[in-house]
C-alpha cells in the first residue's frame, strides 16, 4: 500500500513517519507530476492553508488532486487539509477542494498561544488524544456528514464518504488509532 502526502508545506514529515511506523509506504507530493503516481490514499497535513492552496495550484497539483478526492480516493485531512477540503471557509471567500458539505472557521481556539490538548471520543475509537495548534472548527456540516468528535462544544472531526477531516494533529501524538483507521479504509477501498 502506498499513500500520498501532500508535501509543499506544513507537518508532511511527521505523517510519513506514523505511516511508516504503520508499515505503508509515503510518496511525497510536491509537485504536478507526482500526483500522477499511484497511491491508495491522500494525506493533507496540517501547516498554512493559504500557501498550501495557493501552492497546490502553482504546482499544477490542485486539478489531478480534486479528482483523485471526488474519485473516491481515501483521505486524512489535519488541520489546514480539513480548511482545503471544506466546501465553505468562514470570512474568506476562497474554496480549495471544497469537497467537504461543511462549514470551517479558520484559527477558531486563537492563535499560536491559544494552542491545547484534549482527550475525547472519536467515534468508536474511544478516547484519543488531541494536539491543537492554531486550529479551526467546524461550525456547520451538511447532510451525510457524520460528526466524530467535538471538543469545548465544537466539532473537531468528521467523515463523509471517503474523506476524514480533524482540528487537531494526531501525527503529533503517540497514539497511531486515527491513521491506523485511515489506512485500514485506504485497504478497503481496494478490495
Known amino acids: 500500500m502506498r499513500i500520498g502526502v501532500l508535501a509543499v508545506q506544513g507537518a508532511f514529515a511527521e505523517h510519513i513517519r506514523v505511516a511508516e511506523e504503520l508499515g505503508v ?40 488532486l480534486k479528482e483523485k478526492i471526488a474519485d473516491g480516493t481515501p483521505v486524512l485531512a489535519t488541520c489546514a487539509g480539513l480548511i482545503l477540503l471544506a466546501e465553505k471557509i468562514i470570512d474568506s471567500g476562497t474554496v480549495h477542494f471544497g469537497t467537504l458539505p461543511a462549514v470551517v472557521r479558520r484559527n477558531a481556539y486563537g492563535r499560536q498561544l491559544g494552542s491545547f490538548y484534549a482527550e475525547e471520543e472519536f467515534g468508536d475509537l474511544g478516547k484519543v488524544p488531541m494536539t491543537f495548534i492554531r486550529a479551526p472548527y467546524i461550525e456547520e456540516v451538511k447532510p451525510g456528514v457524520e460528526v466524530l468528535a467535538r471538543v469545548d462544544g465544537h466539532i473537531a472531526g468528521v467523515r463523509y464518504k471517503n474523506q476524514i477531516a480533524v482540528s487537531f494533529h494526531p501525527e503529533l501524538d503517540r497514539n497511531p488509532v486515527i491513521h491506523r483507521q485511515f489506512i485500514e479504509m485506504c485497504g478497503t477501498k481496494n478490495r
Open 25 to 64: 509506504e509515503c510518496v511525497e507530493l510536491r509537485q504536478g507530476r507526482d500526483v500522477e503516481q499511484t497511491f491508495d490514499g491522500l494525506i493533507l497535513p496540517g501547516g498554512e492553508s493559504t500557501v498550501q492552496g495557493k501552492l497546490i495550484r502553482e504546482l499544477d497539483m490542485y486539478d489531478r
